[in-house]
């Protein structure tokens, strides 16, 4: 990881993530208050990052955006701003209006409290969020923009209902997967009798959100994702949570509903009920694949490339339901050294035993080198047990590698430019038989 | 003193008042132009904006072309990720043109927010050298994006303390996207880079030829060498089509910039002639290499459609005499052409089209689309300068109706309120752009795509048929307008489409 740049970023700064993840909510009006490129700008990524998803409602060059310019840098732009929120309003049908700043507006100084203010006075649906690109990347981003619903949307003093959870860390448009992910792990959760709101399926609403502070428990299944927002609504709102990795497969959905069952203090005769009949079902279906499982010799030496909630639970899966050998795991957020740790730990301690290496690297081009030196290259011997056959799970920019290695390759994790994602996920059990489909697919493309 | 002396370029409004928000008709626009009046249209503003690019974007999209080029982005750590999808026409760019499908290599300084406080040069300095040492590029632009040019770094003063350190060129390029509200100064900045850094052979001594023949073939093949200015929205199929037309006047052709070797650069201030694809591209590199190194170019027409491919070449063959053997050329393509075309005819007559791009696409696309048997009842241009003016001439006197002219960057809004009040059978828009069109269930297709013909004879064929292939099943977008809305209010649609024109209180120009 260089220290003085970083190498095709697989994010966005914290204004792309905040409006993604404002057009991810239903209904929801993001107003960039910036440059007048950053919207462009996030909509080329989406288009080439984001599994053909870009936009949806109000994504996209949609978006109303203040298109500050050198008038403004040197007069200020809450004037500006001012005028753009009135016309939104006029313009635009939405439910919940979120002013979001980029870099511009913030050096120069602009409080887009003072103006946003005097609409809420008036009973308008607007929040805001300060997202300025130089705070952070797009996953900072989300979670600026579920704080200020947190701070700012959510009713308080609700009471609480007994079963209801909040579900969130999986970010709209970061993983091209959003939908699907965030739908196999609410599934999940609904098999145990709970009542979610998850902000961004289509079960989601507007009115669920704002009852968000009813909830007994929020579950974040990520270690770096929303862990923001998690503190302040247990600030403002008095609810715990916990902290889980995305639940891709048969392992890491059992401990995810056991995890969650004993934080609720489930009955767990009740968690162990869903368990059984989930992996009956699961196995049931991964039955007729033992054949070739066998014949075609499926087992796999890998490399898993991804963010902080895709590397390890895919390196997870693909240890301990699939078998295989993923030697290497990519980091690729920058995560500070005081988190690395957390994530870490969670690889090292694999129920099928296996460990891999992991890595916190966000560069492409670098990855080689990792694998070079966890599994040094032949050297001329006439016997060389070598790093093959082996996959790469990464994203589209880890082709490169996959190519340089000779093995087939998946993108599941951001940039994904080369598959159609709608609302496929891995999480929970289905979700993982889905990804089994997937590699072994990629394998099999030939035969 | 040339602009080329300056370490920044100057923003276009300034260079050739070009404006974004105004409101016109094709008649207007042709009357301004015949007049002499168009470049001074006063520019508007408007009090409802949406999101749309900066000049960062298209500049991206050149500089990212470039082989063995390293592009570091000096800026926040979002700006440049739109390269994300720009990777995909680089990997099909250089399969095309190497026979390899190879991503690009973009950086970030990702400036934070001690760098804003204390600044960023150290922090650039120490990125260049290691990209140097990491990548062995051939050149590295450095290109900043809006917080070095708020906080006051000085990118052309790292680039020259550091040249000596490092083997790559270093090509410092100025996107700070809130200095100008026209995109298209982004070619302006790239040329400019290249202008200053590209076009002398450094280290290279006096070519002394040893044998006089030799010196001979090489003037002789030197004066009918051609430059080719390519755009980053053209794929090398329309190159193709447009090398096929050059060689058969028996015009050599070396094709620049986009994709071009940084090395290579040097050879356009040799060749006989330069010919510009798309005027709002290459007029400031252009003048430049006509003023510096005496190579005349053509900027006037857009090889797209019938009309304005044969003028592009009708113009070229004056320069070099072969009139006649163009004419041939342009009877023959023509012929062969119009007889193609005859079977999408049929399903083309009465329809009605809406245009929206870069200014000169759209125009251009628009004729096209006249020659091809649609009627045009609305174009939005994403700028407007005094280049244009031909075009809109050609289109009024074509035009069934004194259609509307929204000039626009993007503003969707104002689009969905057109369309519909249009209700047009068939809209063609930009990358990212046809979304409004496709939701309110109009037929689309993109206006540019590099993987796919647009451009010379061959372009108006294959947009021709893909145009039919799209009005035979519309099931698609028809589809999503019965079952989706866009984002705008009731009331949005009852109000006239220009009413947030000019309502701000103050205007740019004050």
Redesign the interface.
């Given at each position: 990881m260089?220290?003085?740049?970083?190498?095709?970023?697989r994010?966005?700064?914290?204004?792309?993530g905040a409006a993604a993840t404002v057009t991810a909510l239903s209904g929801g009006?993001p107003i960039?208050h910036?440059?007048?490129?950053?919207?462009?700008?996030?909509?080329?990524?989406q288009?080439?990052?984001s599994g053909l998803q870009?936009?949806g409602?109000?994504g996209?060059?949609?978006?109303?955006?203040?298109?500050?310019?050198?008038?403004?840098?040197v007069f200020g732009g809450e004037?500006r701003l001012r005028?753009?929120i009135a016309?939104?309003l006029?313009?635009?049908?939405?439910g919940l209006y979120v002013v979001l700043t980029?870099?511009?507006p913030e050096?120069?100084g602009d409080d887009i409290f003072a103006v946003l203010n005097d609409f809420r006075g008036e009973g308008v649906p607007i929040i805001g969020a300060v997202t300025?690109?130089?705070?952070?990347?797009?996953y900072w981003g989300y979670d600026l923009v579920l704080q200020a619903l947190v701070k700012d949307y959510v009713a308080k003093g609700a009471a609480k209902v007994k079963g209801r959870v909040n579900l969130w860390g999986v970010v709209p448009y970061m993983d091209p997967f959003w939908r699907g992910n965030l739908e196999g792990a609410r599934h999940l959760l609904e098999l145990l009798g709970l009542e979610v709101n998850s902000f961004f399926t289509s079960a989601d609403t507007l009115a669920g959100i704002r009852e968000a502070g009813s909830a007994e428990l929020n579950i974040v299944l990520s270690d770096l994702y929303g862990q923001g927002a998690a503190q302040v609504f247990q600030e403002k709102h008095g609810i715990p949570f916990v902290t889980t990795s995305l639940p891709i497969g048969v392992s890491a959905s059992e401990a995810f509903l056991r995890q969650v069952g004993a934080a609720l203090s489930l009955d767990p005769e009740l968690v162990q009920q869903v368990i059984d009949r989930e992996k009956r079902h699961y196995y049931q279906i991964l039955e007729p694949l033992t054949d070739c499982y066998n014949d075609l010799d499926l087992q796999r030496y890998a490399v898993v490339v991804g963010d902080a909630n895709y590397a390890v639970a895919l390196t997870r899966f693909l240890a301990d339901d699939l078998g295989w050998l993923p030697v290497l795991t990519v980091v690729t957020d920058r995560v500070h050294e005081s988190g690395q740790p957390a994530i870490a730990t969670r690889v090292e301690r694999l129920a099928s035993g296996f460990s891999t290496n992991v890595v916190f690297e966000s560069d492409?081009?670098q990855v080689l080198g990792h694998l070079n030196r966890v599994w040094p290259r032949a050297a001329g011997q006439k016997y060389y047990n070598s790093f093959s056959p082996a996959f790469v799970v990464g994203s589209s920019?880890d082709?490169?590698l996959a190519l340089q290695l000779g093995a087939p390759h998946l993108s599941v994790s951001f940039?994904v430019?080369n598959r159609a994602v709608l609302d496929r996920g891995y999480t929970g059990f289905r979700g993982g038989l889905r990804l089994a489909e997937d590699v072994f697919g990629q394998i099999v493309a030939n035969r | 003193m040339s602009y080329f002396d300056n370490k920044v370029p100057p923003k276009r409004e300034d260079r050739l008042n070009a404006v974004i928000a105004h409101q016109d008709s094709i008649c207007g626009l042709a009357r301004k132009g015949k007049g002499g009046k168009s470049c001074l249209i006063d520019d508007g503003e408007r009090?409802?904006?949406?999101?749309?690019?900066?000049?960062?974007?298209p500049a991206l999209a050149m500089l990212n072309s470039l082989p063995d080029n390293v592009v570091?982005l000096h800026?926040?750590?979002?700006?440049?990720?739109?390269?994300?999808?720009?990777?995909?026409n680089v990997r099909m760019g250089s399969n095309a043109r190497r026979g390899k499908a190879q991503?690009g290599?973009?950086?970030?300084?990702?400036?934070?927010?001690t760098?804003?406080i204390s600044g960023g040069e150290d922090?650039l300095e120490?990125?260049i050298i290691?990209?140097d040492r990491?990548?062995r590029p051939a050149s590295i632009t450095i290109v900043a994006g809006?917080?070095p040019g708020?906080?006051g770094d000085d990118i052309d003063g790292v680039a020259q303390r550091l040249q000596s350190q490092v083997s790559a060129k270093l090509l410092p390029v100025h996107c700070e996207?809130?200095?100008t509200?026209i995109w298209a100064t982004a070619y302006d900045a790239v040329y400019h880079t290249i202008g200053r850094n590209l076009l002398v052979e450094k280290g290279v001594a006096e070519y002394t030829p040893q044998d006089e023949l030799e010196v001979l073939r090489e003037q002789e093949r030197l004066a009918r060498t051609v430059n080719l200015m390519n755009v980053s929205s053209m794929g090398r199929v329309d190159e193709q089509e447009l090398e096929r037309l050059l060689a058969s006047l028996g015009l050599e052709v070396n094709v620049f910039p986009v994709f071009a070797h940084p090395d290579s650069f040097v050879k356009a201030t040799r060749a006989a002639l330069s010919i510009s694809t798309c005027p709002t591209h290459d007029d400031y590199f252009l003048g430049y290499l006509e003023e510096r190194f005496n190579v005349p170019s053509i900027i006037k027409h857009m090889p797209i459609g019938i009309e304005n491919t044969s003028l592009w070449i009708r113009d070229v063959a004056k320069v070099f005499g072969f009139e006649e053997q163009a004419e041939r050329l342009i009877a023959a393509e023509e012929a062969e052409l119009r007889e193609a075309l005859a079977e999408f005819r049929p399903l083309f007559q009465g329809k009605k089209v809406f245009v929206s791009a870069g200014e000169f696409r759209a125009l251009a696309t628009a004729r096209l689309l006249q020659e091809i048997g649609l009627e045009v009842v609305g174009i939005r241009s994403f700028h407007h300068d005094h280049f244009a003016e031909v075009e809109y001439e050609k289109l009024a006197r074509e035009a069934k109706t004194d259609y509307v002219v929204d000039i626009a960057?993007?503003q969707?809004?104002e689009e969905a309120n057109l369309l519909n009040r249009l209700k047009p059978d068939l809209f063609l828009g930009h990358?990212?752009?046809n979304?409004?069109a496709a939701k309110l269930g109009i037929p689309t297709h993109v206006i540019y795509n590099t993987g796919l013909a647009y451009i010379g004879y061959r372009g108006v064929y294959e947009l021709a048929r893909r145009l039919h292939r799209q009005l035979s099943n519309p099931a698609y977008n028809r589809n999503l307008a019965e079952n989706l809305r866009?984002?705008?209010?009731?009331?949005?649609y009852e109000a006239e489409p220009f009413s947030?024109l000019n309502t701000?209180?103050?205007s740019?120009n004050e």
């Open positions: 260089s220290e003085n740049f970083v190498e095709r970023a994010y966005l700064c914290s204004l792309g009006i960039l910036s440059a007048s490129g950053c919207a462009g700008n996030f909509a080329w990524t288009n080439g990052g870009v936009g409602y109000c996209g060059l949609t978006v109303p955006s203040s298109n500050i310019q050198e008038t403004e840098v004037d005028e753009e016309s939104t006029k313009v635009m049908k939405g980029g870099c511009v050096v120069i300025g690109g130089f705070r952070g990347d797009s492409a081009s920019l082709r490169e940039p430019a | 009090g409802f904006t949406q999101g749309t690019i900066c000049l960062l974007l570091l800026s926040a750590l979002g700006c440049g990720s739109c390269t994300h999808s720009q990777n995909a991503d290599i973009w950086l970030s300084t990702a400036l934070d927010e760098d804003v922090k120490r990125a290691e990209a990491r990548y809006c917080v708020i906080i996207g809130f200095k509200k960057n993007v969707p809004f990358a990212n752009g979304m409004t866009l984002p705008y209010s009731d009331a949005w947030y701000r209180g103050r740019v």
